[in-house]
């Protein structure tokens, strides 16, 4: 039997999660949960999967949930000290990393050391400390295995072939729910229209980044340090039907992807699971003779230049990627809350990035250090 814990165990993917562990109880068994502020949420998740271990993030929300659990023998912490004690808890063998934000970075780094492997589904992780995180796990001999599905897909197309002989792998994206859209077209879209996303059930955040295409920028720089390929041989591909999930050309001309109807379930549960495959509860089998077609396009970057923006923080590398990364969360938060447009997102990002001298090869401070000022640089833009 697997013990997991599980960090943003009431979101999107933390919830989906647990779904797998309700399915096969006798293969996993939850030893730590943490949540945001949904306290409500996780007592539930505690009583049912009855693990040792429970964070919230702020004090206040840790003492409602203590005295809800006052029958049990869980014991609860708060903030990143019990993030960081979650991370290292004995007996657990893998750490889902399913929280959005920088706060994943040092939580995960604690789980390495401890020889946990990591199921990555915390972007930012990667994207602004991949020079650190991977490294780190080569060097403890922990597998980071990932629940994102175009990175699953990519990593699932390169089982049993040379990482030598890869030529070039092709990154699929929706397109989001305003994909063909003009300029023009951008400056009328509020957060409800971006938030109506075609394919996917995201939480708000990365739905708006997926209609700015700013994730598939984040994720761009997650496939370089997952895979340790160059920027020049990652490629986006526009697909809107999200059944071919990513691929990987080899030198030979041959390409091999993974292909599947949108259902996160499955992703997660091969990071659970691998190398070993069982069925994923309550998911529909794709038909090929249902889909018929499927297409294929080319990225717009000059409309869409969150994207275009994401390869030359990458580039440029050091912490850009941090600032680009945080200017969007910024951005993103203002947007939702109507305070900025949408082509705005990527405005406030290019004026972050312009503003930023990078470091090269930050230390974990001073990663932080630059999410903090790009914070402060989108509020002086704003103003």
Request: proline content about 4%.
């Amino acid at each position: 039997m697997k013990k997991i814990g599980v960090m943003g165990s009431t979101g999107s993917i933390g919830t989906q999660t647990l779904e797998i562990v309700r399915k096969y109880p006798e293969r996993l068994k939850v030893s730590a949960l943490a949540a945001g502020r949904n306290v409500a949420l996780l007592e539930a998740q505690v009583r049912e999967f009855l693990p040792e271990f429970a964070v919230m993030w702020s004090e206040e929300a840790a003492a409602d949930l203590r005295e809800r659990l006052s029958d049990t023998k869980v014991k609860v912490a708060c903030g990143m000290d019990g993030l960081l004690e979650m991370a290292v808890l004995p007996g657990m063998d893998i750490l889902v990393t399913a929280i959005v934000g920088m706060i994943g970075i040092r939580p995960t780094i604690e789980a390495i050391r401890a020889h946990k492997d990591i199921a990555l589904a915390n972007k930012e992780t990667l994207v602004t400390a991949g020079h650190l995180i991977m490294p780190l796990a080569k060097e403890n001999r922990v597998s980071v295995l990932p629940v994102d599905s175009e990175h699953s897909a990519i990593f699932q197309s390169m089982q049993g072939e040379k990482k030598s002989q890869i030529r070039k792998i092709l990154l699929t994206a929706s397109g989001g729910p305003f994909r063909g859209k003009t300029r023009k077209d951008l400056e009328q879209m509020g957060a409800e229209d971006a938030l109506k996303h075609p394919n996917w059930s995201m939480g708000k955040k990365v739905t708006i980044d997926s209609s700015t295409l700013v994730n598939k920028g984040l994720e761009v720089m997650e496939a370089r340090w997952l895979f340790d390929v160059g920027l020049e041989d990652i490629e986006v591909v526009i697909h809107p039907e999200s059944i071919l999930h990513s691929a990987v050309e080899y030198q030979d001309g041959a390409v091999i992807g993974q292909l599947g109807v949108p259902d996160m379930k499955l992703p997660i549960q091969y990071a659970l699971f691998y190398p070993d495959r069982y069925p994923v509860p309550g998911n529909k089998r794709l038909d090929l003779f249902d889909i018929a077609s499927i297409t294929f396009e080319k990225p717009d970057m000059e409309t869409f230049t969150g994207l275009k923006l994401a390869f030359e923080a990458a580039k440029t590398g050091g912490t850009m990627p941090t600032v680009f990364n945080a200017a969007n969360e910024k951005a993103v938060s203002l947007f939702l809350d109507h305070k900025i447009r949408f082509l705005q997102i990527a405005e406030v990002i290019a004026a972050a990035m312009e503003a930023h001298r990078t470091v090269k090869e930050p230390d974990v401070a001073q990663i932080l250090e630059a999410e903090k000022t790009a914070h402060e640089l989108v509020m002086k833009y704003i103003k």
